[in-house]
């Protein structure tokens, strides 16, 4: 009787063990179906739009009033917010064919409207160190993480002029430089 007892035992054990690994398949593989997950994204895209461009020759010492003056415009014609940098790219700063810098070789950027109407300082410096300009240096950042939002555009004034310090300015001369935005 005690066998029989133990063999119904066993079979009942057997059926509920097969009982509890059926429901957990059946919960877990239930669990295991998601719902559809749409994913969408956006479109990054700026426009540089530039205006007047700077081109000066022989120039001579002389004040912020009498630079040069170079005209840009930066547009967000995509759909996201766009992060922007502005910086002066391959610079090339040389005097007698060696590269160089130049305290007294000055740039300062300036918000500006539509019409180009000088507005608020973003920044100014020097081709020089104490602004952050090693001799030789390829970029110059001049400004980063600028932020525009969709539709939107920001103008601006780059000034560029040889201060004038009121001295000789024999190391001014036979300065060349050329570079980009």
């Known amino acids: 009787m005690e066998e029989k007892q133990s063999k119904l035992f066993l079979i009942v054990l057997v059926a509920i063990v097969l009982i509890v690994t059926g429901v957990s398949y059946a919960y877990f593989t239930a669990m295991d179906t998601s719902e559809e997950q749409v994913v969408q994204?956006?479109?990054?895209?700026?426009t540089y739009t530039t205006g007047q461009d700077i081109n000066a020759?022989?120039?001579?010492?002389?004040?912020?009033?009498?630079?040069?003056?170079?005209?840009?415009?930066?547009?967000?014609t995509g759909?996201?917010?766009?992060?922007?940098?502005?910086?002066?790219?391959?610079?090339?700063?040389?005097?007698?064919?060696?590269?160089?810098y130049s305290h007294n070789l000055k740039w300062a950027l300036y918000q500006a409207d539509e019409d180009y109407t000088e507005g608020t300082l973003v920044k100014s410096g020097s081709?020089?160190?104490?602004?952050?300009?090693?001799?030789?240096?390829?970029?110059?950042?001049?400004?980063?993480?600028?932020?525009?939002?969709?539709?939107e555009k920001q103008s601006y004034l780059l000034k560029v002029w040889l201060q004038e310090?009121?001295?000789s300015q024999n190391e001014d001369q036979g300065l060349s430089l050329a570079m980009k935005m």
């Not at 994204?41 to 700026?46: A, P, T, Y």
């Not at 001579?60 to 005209?71: D, G, M, Y």
């Open 79 to 100: 759909t996201l917010d766009a992060h922007y940098n502005i910086s002066f790219i391959d610079i090339t700063l040389t005097k007698m064919g060696m590269d160089t």
């Open 165 to 167: 310090t009121g001295k």
């Open 127 to 151: 081709f020089s160190s104490s602004s952050g300009y090693l001799s030789g240096d390829n970029e110059f950042v001049i400004k980063t993480n600028m932020i525009l939002a969709p539709a």
């Open 41 to 46: 994204s956006g479109v990054l895209e700026l």
């Open 57 to 76: 020759t022989n120039i001579i010492p002389t004040e912020e009033e009498n630079a040069s003056v170079h005209q840009f415009t930066v547009e967000n």
